[in-house]
């Protein structure tokens, strides 16, 4: 499966992005679906990621604030983002498996988009 990623830009603390992950070459609705983000001099950490049932899960620095979200039919992954901080600039990266564990790390993941990046200006 090929995934791009694209929704990023430069907002304002406070503000609100939504990034999406297009998938094509299969159904998306097959995946778990990741968002990452990857911070200057820092380690891709998980965000947030949503299962082939539906189950959620984030990070407890974007509890509240984010919102990951799946459209089948256009096979798209959303990650909406809002009350954004500083701390959030990075680029973001979705990320695509069908394997059943390890959801919570980077090498849990068989495919990527190639990332977008979000910068939050305080």
């Known amino acids: 499966v090929q995934l791009q990623a694209s929704g990023g830009g430069l907002v304002q603390a406070g503000g609100s992005l939504m990034l999406s992950c297009v998938a094509s070459g299969r159904t998306f609705s097959n995946y778990v679906v990741g968002w990452f983000r990857q911070a200057p001099g820092k380690e891709r950490e998980m965000v947030a990621f949503r299962t082939r049932s539906g189950n959620v899960y984030y990070i407890d620095s974007v509890k509240g604030r984010f919102t990951i979200s799946r459209d089948n039919a256009k096979n798209t992954v959303y990650l909406e983002m809002n009350s954004l901080k500083a701390e959030d600039t990075a680029v973001y990266y979705c990320?695509?498996?069908?394997?059943?564990?390890?959801?919570?790390?980077?090498?849990?993941?068989?495919?990527w988009g190639q990332g977008t990046l979000v910068t939050v200006s305080s």
């Open positions: 990320g695509a498996t069908q394997s059943g564990s390890n959801w919570f790390e980077h090498g849990g993941y068989d495919y």
